[in-house]
């Protein structure tokens, strides 16, 4: 199985959602006929409900009228724009007006086409269809510049952002967030034994046990740095994390990776350092990576093979 796709992301083998936004029934019945072949529909016939849509389905492509009841096309394609869940999705408007003004009004409020009522079926068809393959590529581009080559992991500068985005909304909704910083044991031994391309063996192995091994569809892993691991664990409680971290020790370790190590266990296995709290004013994002960075160095000075919880630094 590609790592690229273990936990999901930038799956690009399912068939394209494109989401129509028109209070006209009848325009929105032949735009999915027009499209049946090219993707799945959805319809929603005015904006509030559009947004709506967009935010739980997460279309690849939107098709939006300008003139509807309620907030019009402009303010809903900024709206769009404007939350992180729905920029991704391109827009085409598809509206009766026809003039240079209004197409400009539509490309500054962040569509990336415009077509004009009365439509012709087969250019709705071409621009839609190259949309869509624009729409596939960048999301394939996305995914690659956001995992680490050697491992498929997430890489650091993702893990960076998400984590960011992840402290946020634990914050929001007042939810405990879980951390777990993890490094496989006397790696340089790997290296210095078995060559440096087995080293990079051991690195993918123990990168792909521990993606398989979270349970919980938000949850991810990131290659921290050379031989580290970071796991990320949304609404998980200081009880659930440590538990978490001993899974994934026991997982690495069942592996059975061959590995001369100091500790006589004759395989591979990990450290892990793990915290998880609610954040707080006392407790920045960065308290968390401080108190499991302290936990794990603790898991080393203990012997290795083992997971340490971190107690906070800050707060
Ligand atoms: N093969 C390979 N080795 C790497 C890679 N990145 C980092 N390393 C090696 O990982 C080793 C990490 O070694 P150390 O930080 O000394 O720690 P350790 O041997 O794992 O020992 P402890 O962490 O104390 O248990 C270094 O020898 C790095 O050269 C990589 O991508 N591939």
């Not at 690009?12 to 499209?35: F, Y």
């Amino acid at each position: 199985m590609d790592l690229l796709q273990l936990d999901g992301q930038n799956d690009i083998s399912t068939r394209p959602l494109v989401l129509i936004i028109d209070d006209s029934q009848l325009n929105q019945r032949i735009l999915q006929a027009l499209l049946a072949d090219l993707a799945d529909t959805l319809c929603a016939g005015d904006g509030e409900s559009g947004l709506q849509l967009a935010r739980s389905k997460r279309p690849d492509l939107i098709l939006l009228d300008v003139e509807m009841p309620g907030m019009d096309g402009y303010a809903v394609c900024r709206a769009l724009k404007d939350s992180e869940l729905t920029a991704e999705s391109s827009v085409i408007f598809v509206t009766s007006h026809n003039d240079t003004e209004h197409e400009l009004a539509a490309l500054s409020a962040g569509a990336v086409d415009f077509v004009s009522k009365p439509f012709n079926q087969a250019v709705v068809r071409a621009r839609v269809q190259t949309h869509l393959t624009l729409q596939r590529q960048t999301q394939f581009l996305r995914g690659l510049a956001s995992r680490d080559g050697l491992t498929g992991t997430y890489n650091r500068r993702y893990f960076d952002q998400q984590w960011q985005t992840e402290y946020r909304r634990h914050y929001r909704q007042g939810e405990s967030l879980g951390l777990a910083l993890i490094d496989i044991d006397y790696f340089k031994l790997v290296n210095d034994t078995q060559g440096h391309a087995a080293g990079d063996d051991v690195l993918r192995l123990v990168a792909r046990c521990l993606i398989q091994s979270l349970r919980r569809p938000a949850e991810f892993i990131a290659r921290y740095g050379g031989e580290e691991f970071a796991a990320v664990l949304p609404c998980c409680t200081a009880e659930e994390v440590l538990a978490t971290g001993d899974w994934l020790r026991q997982q690495v370790q069942s592996l059975q990776l061959p590995h001369q190590s100091p500790t006589g266990l004759g395989v591979v296995s990990i450290s892990v350092g793990v915290f998880a709290a609610k954040p707080s004013d006392a407790l920045p994002a960065g308290a968390y990576l401080q108190a499991a960075d302290h936990a794990l160095y603790e898991a080393k000075q203990q012997g290795r093979n083992r997971v340490i919880a971190g107690a906070s630094l800050t707060g």
